[in-house]
């Protein structure tokens, strides 16, 4: 599961993957940087 953050804050993506967690669900993964920090780490995206 993937969470984002567009602002530098990023305050409600971190609550987010912190409540995720305590449910249970694993392979969570939290960019500050946004769509900018994943497009800079080449990871797949689909434009349509």
């Known amino acids: 599961m993937v969470f984002y953050s567009n ?3 990023g305050d ?3 609550e987010a993957t912190q409540i995720v967690s ?3 669900y694993q392979r969570l ?3 500050g940087g946004g769509f900018v920090e ?3 780490k080449e990871y797949p995206y689909v434009i349509e």
């Open 7 to 9: 602002n530098n804050a």
């Open 12 to 14: 409600v993506s971190i």
């Open 22 to 24: 305590e449910c249970g």
């Open 29 to 31: 993964f939290w960019f």
């Open 38 to 40: 994943w497009k800079d």
